[in-house]
């Protein structure tokens, strides 16, 4: 087996396994809506915050923030939304689709696909890839305030959307942690360990309930935009993301961040902020269910073909 191939399941594969259990744990009963629900709010609120905090807090400041890897995703995220702007105006033909389907094709999942994969891939660069999402996480939502209301038949308050996302607890989460690490402020050794336990949750249980929450009966309508869109999210976005990588000079590990954090689904949040403009939720729904579908093994073709190229690093896990 070649050493790319290799790479390529030792990084996918435990995310996969982690989704598919979810799956099977819901319809065994293992897992119910509730708790899926209230595993969700927990990761969200306290365990994600958390795993984000200690990762930046016990980093160098300086390793932690990279920016050239926060320049690639915030410019190279503007530029394909613009392009794919124009793309849409004559491929989807309902206008308040739009700013769906386009959310949906550069909203990847990063704060548990993308941070999975990169903590498997490249655990060294863990910090790195924390404030890489938490960088980009802030373009994601800001953009799609932005696109939503602008094909929204109606208006929508987007001072109350931004405040939501000042609110952010992964985003107050990252600025403590960027502020502590700065300024040297150590916190109490109860308080350290309190937060690596809350850290160790995250990423298991994130990957456990986005598989139970799937729901692929939502993939029976609107096949036209969910084709594009797949498009789009598995190809488009990920090559715009390493060409201006690529131009801007980042390394193969940065690089390799890129490319995982970029390559991942859309994330679920889509969905929520679809359902909060009245655009189409369903839709959106849709394209959630059927990117973590099919994204993540075209993602694993990527991973061995961009490797062996040469152009993203090998995983360096131990």
Do not use: W
Request: aromatic share 10%; glycine share 6%; proline share 4%.
């Amino acid at each position: 087996m070649s050493s790319a191939l290799m790479t390529a399941l030792l990084v996918v594969a435990p995310v996969m396994c982690l989704i598919i259990a979810g799956v099977v744990f819901k319809r065994v009963g293992l897992m119910s809506d509730e708790f899926v629900e209230g595993g969700s709010k927990l990761i969200y609120n306290v365990s994600l915050p958390a795993l984000l905090f200690n990762a930046i807090y016990t980093a160098d400041f300086a390793t932690a923030a990279n920016p050239n890897l926060i320049a690639a995703s915030v410019i190279g995220t503007i530029v394909f939304v613009l392009l794919f702007m124009g793309i849409a105006h004559f491929i989807v033909p309902q206008r308040t689709d739009r700013g769906v389907v386009i959310q949906g094709a550069y909203r990847s999942n990063i704060g548990i696909v993308g941070l999975a994969l990169s903590a498997n891939a490249y655990p060294e660069f863990f910090a790195t890839a924390s404030v890489f999402m938490a960088c980009t996480t802030l373009i994601y939502n800001l953009l799609a305030v932005l696109l939503l209301n602008f094909y929204s038949d109606k208006q929508h308050s987007v001072r109350d959307n931004i405040m939501g996302l000042i609110k952010n607890p992964i985003i107050i989460a990252i600025i403590l942690a960027l502020t502590a690490s700065y300024f040297s402020i150590r916190l109490p050794g109860v308080a350290q360990i309190s937060l690596a336990y809350f850290a160790q949750l995250t990423l298991p249980l994130a990957l456990l309930c986005t598989g139970a929450s799937l729901q692929f009966f939502a993939m029976k309508a609107a096949i036209g935009s969910m084709i594009i869109t797949n498009v789009a999210k598995c190809l488009l976005y990920p090559a715009v993301i390493l060409s201006i990588g690529y131009y801007i000079g980042l390394n193969q590990i940065e690089m390799g961040i890129a490319f995982l954090m970029s390559a991942s689904p859309t994330a679920a949040a889509s969905y929520i902020m679809a359902k909060k403009t009245n655009s189409n939720p369903v839709l959106a729904a849709n394209i959630v269910v059927s990117t973590t579908v099919v994204a993540i093994p075209i993602m694993m073709a990527g991973l061995i073909v961009l490797i062996q190229y040469g152009i993203i690093a090998p995983a360096t896990i131990n």
